[in-house]
């Protein structure tokens, strides 16, 4: 589909700058929505905000674009999803999100 802006007039041209506005803020929300959903709620977490040391914790909550993480030392942080890492301990298999550590039989 092609527009030709030149032939557009003011209005129609704030018209259509309105809706290309509303679908990328509608893309990103999605986008953000998508990368959430890769982490649940008791996940933990690791994390560098900008001059800060790397943070682990815990994910708390699902807010609209970030999920609340609670730190180590009791801090809550408001986090994009984009700039969480998953932490995998000994002896806990990487997809597995409980607290459960699982032991293997001899």
């Given at each position: 589909m092609n527009i030709d802006i030149d032939k557009l007039t003011e209005a129609e041209l704030i018209a259509l700058n309105h809706?290309?506005?509303?679908?990328l803020h509608f893309l990103a929300q999605m986008r953000a929505h998508t990368?959430?959903?890769?982490?649940?709620?008791g996940d933990r977490i690791t994390f560098q905000p900008d001059g800060?040391?790397?943070l682990f914790g815990?994910?708390?909550r699902y807010n609209r674009k970030t999920?609340?993480?609670?730190t180590e030392?009791?801090?809550?942080?408001?986090?994009s999803p984009v700039l969480l890492r998953k932490v995998v301990e000994a002896g806990v298999a990487a997809t597995d999100?409980?607290?459960v550590v699982k032991f293997h039989k001899k």
């Open positions: 809706r290309i506005v509303a679908r990368q959430m959903l890769e982490f649940r709620v800060h040391p790397v815990m994910v708390t999920v609340t993480v609670i030392n009791g801090q809550r942080w408001n986090v999100s409980s607290n």
